[in-house]
Nanobody, 120 residues
Framework: QVQLVESGGGLVQAGGSLRLSCAAS????????MAWYRQAPGKQRELVAV???????NYADSVKGRFTISRDNAKNTVALQMNSLKPEDTAVYYC??????????????WGQGTQVTVSS
């Protein structure tokens, strides 16, 4: 089992910055993917940024150039630095991990979510 604990989030004015952090713990063979998703009221959950174990990253078009995902494989942590925040970034942000509990068996895990509110 993998537990994901998030921290960060809160209320910020438009143009400001926030940093989200997520730490994975538990028993697993490896964590292949760590990512951040978000879900705004009345909308579907969407992928914000993803970091693969090999070092590559990918971002939603809406956050490219403003958000940066960083991952520490040794510590099993992932962070999301969010700059130039906009009101439309307001959402609950979820940490996600795809982990192999045993080699070849991948499972999807979610954090509890953290609220990010950007005021105009």
């Amino acid at each position: 089992q993998v537990q994901l604990v998030e921290s960060g989030g809160g209320l910020v004015q438009a143009g400001g910055s926030l940093r989200l952090s997520c730490a994975a713990s538990g028993t697993f063979f490896s964590i292949d993917v760590m990512a951040w998703y978000r879900q705004a009221p009345g909308k579907q959950r969407e992928l914000v940024a993803v970091a693969f174990s090999g070092g590559s990253t990918n971002y939603a078009d809406s956050v490219k150039g403003r958000f940066t995902i960083s991952r520490d494989n040794a510590k099993n942590t992932v962070a999301l630095q969010m700059n130039s925040l906009k009101p439309e970034d307001t959402a609950v942000y979820y940490c996600n991990a795809v982990a192999q509990r045993t080699p070849g068996y991948k499972y999807n895990y979610w954090g509890q979510g953290t609220q990010v509110t950007v005021s105009s």
